[in-house]
């Protein structure tokens, strides 16, 4: 009977990078008994579970249980599913997905970072999607209703899935404490939850990176995705999949040089009034952190950063809209073989 180990995320927690560790491994895993299965994928770049998510999501019951049935019936010792969209399963597809998985026990991975880092990072990968918020925005947004956030009182998705598979399930591993100790998020995911504690053959180059772009960069897609949103009406990841891949050619020094003086600050602290609530609730989950990973039996210490930003005056100054819009007009009219271009 395999055990589960279903590793939810969150996004901005290394997901990418433990992710392509498991799926460029596992031969290597499957051969001690750790399946990294493929049942659900339908493309050659499909690295998680994010279609059982889609399933799940669309209430594909069926397709679901039948390809669990496959699963189960290998003599897998331990099977790992990756998908930090599971924290989004409605308590319905929750229902579905343990009565899908059966018997079998489940331990649920879930990494735990500090808001002053957390936020802003998201915050970028928000404009990688195609919105286009300021920082002050987006922070004011998440602050807006703290204790019923998700987002920011991450104990609710704890809740959840405590009710649908028992809180013995919850594993909480402090993604900050492992980053200061120096310790491989890999090495301790398999080492910790999988028993394993061999040597993978994955290479550097084969490792996706979703590294968060510096404060110009950020800026400059925000705000071409403000123009393709007013050119097409709808928001697409188009300016980002297309600035990644010709960035090497594009030079933005004139744009920087207008924003140069025009760089604000955001002083965000984790000790601020508007997390106090969250912090408490999510202190009561302390049981449920995986030892050696946690600094004093928190989720994470409590520190500050102040978040740098571009703010819009450099939009006034001559010569910038025109520049940035002679940019769009060059990434959206050149082809880009590329998946995922809306």
């Known amino acids: 009977m395999p055990k589960y180990i279903i590793h939810i995320g969150p996004p901005k927690t290394g997901s990418k990078y433990l992710q392509s560790m498991l799926f460029h491994a596992r031969d290597t895993l499957r051969a001690s008994g750790i399946n990294y299965p493929d049942n659900w994928w339908t493309r050659p770049d499909q690295i998680t579970h994010d279609p059982l998510f889609r399933l799940l999501r669309e209430k594909r019951f069926d397709e679901v249980k039948e390809g669990f049935q496959r699963i189960n019936s290998t003599d897998s010792r331990i099977v790992v599913l990756s998908c930090e969209a599971f924290e989004n399963l409605t308590p319905e597809q929750f229902d579905a997905l343990r009565d899908s998985i059966g018997k079998h026990p489940v331990d649920i991975?879930?990494?735990?970072?500090?808001?002053?880092?957390?936020?802003?990072?998201?915050?970028?990968?928000?404009?990688?999607?195609?919105?286009?918020?300021?920082?002050?925005?987006?922070?004011?947004?998440?602050?807006?209703?703290?204790?019923?956030?998700?987002?920011?009182?991450?104990?609710?998705?704890?809740?959840?899935?405590?009710?649908?598979?028992?809180?013995?399930?919850?594993?909480?591993?402090?993604?900050?404490?492992?980053?200061?100790?120096?310790?491989?998020?890999?090495?301790?995911?398999?080492?910790?939850?999988?028993?394993?504690?061999?040597?993978?053959?994955?290479?550097?180059?084969?490792?996706?990176?979703?590294?968060?772009?510096?404060?110009?960069?950020?800026?400059?897609?925000?705000?071409?995705?403000?123009?393709?949103?007013?050119?097409?009406?709808?928001?697409?990841?188009?300016?980002?999949?297309?600035?990644?891949?010709?960035?090497?050619?594009?030079?933005?020094?004139?744009?920087?040089?207008?924003?140069?003086?025009?760089?604000?600050?955001?002083?965000?602290?984790?000790?601020?009034?508007?997390?106090?609530?969250?912090?408490?609730?999510?202190?009561?989950?302390?049981?449920?952190?995986?030892?050696?990973?946690?600094?004093?039996?928190?989720?994470?210490?409590?520190?500050a950063a102040s978040i740098p930003y571009v703010r819009g005056n450099y939009l006034l100054k001559e010569g910038a809209m025109p520049e940035l819009r002679g940019l769009y007009k060059r990434l959206d009219e050149t082809r880009c073989d590329v998946p995922d271009l809306i």
């Open 109 to 303: 991975v879930y990494y735990c970072r500090r808001w002053c880092e957390r936020i802003p990072s998201a915050w970028k990968q928000t404009i990688k999607t195609g919105l286009f918020s300021t920082f002050p925005e987006f922070y004011m947004a998440s602050i807006r209703h703290p204790k019923f956030s998700g987002f920011i009182n991450t104990s609710l998705i704890w809740a959840t899935i405590a009710r649908h598979f028992g809180r013995k399930s919850l594993k909480l591993v402090s993604y900050n404490a492992l980053r200061e100790k120096n310790i491989d998020l890999f090495r301790h995911f398999a080492e910790t939850f999988l028993d394993w504690r061999g040597e993978t053959n994955v290479r550097k180059e084969q490792i996706l990176d979703n590294h968060s772009p510096n404060t110009f960069d950020t800026e400059i897609l925000r705000a071409l995705n403000w123009i393709d949103h007013d050119a097409v009406g709808r928001t697409r990841p188009n300016m980002h999949i297309k600035l990644g891949v010709m960035r090497s050619a594009i030079d933005t020094r004139v744009l920087e040089e207008l924003m140069a003086d025009d760089i604000g600050t955001v002083e965000l602290s984790d000790g601020a009034e508007a997390f106090r609530v969250a912090w408490k609730e999510m202190n009561e989950y302390a049981d449920c952190l995986v030892p050696k990973t946690f600094f004093r039996k928190k989720p994470f210490e409590l520190r």
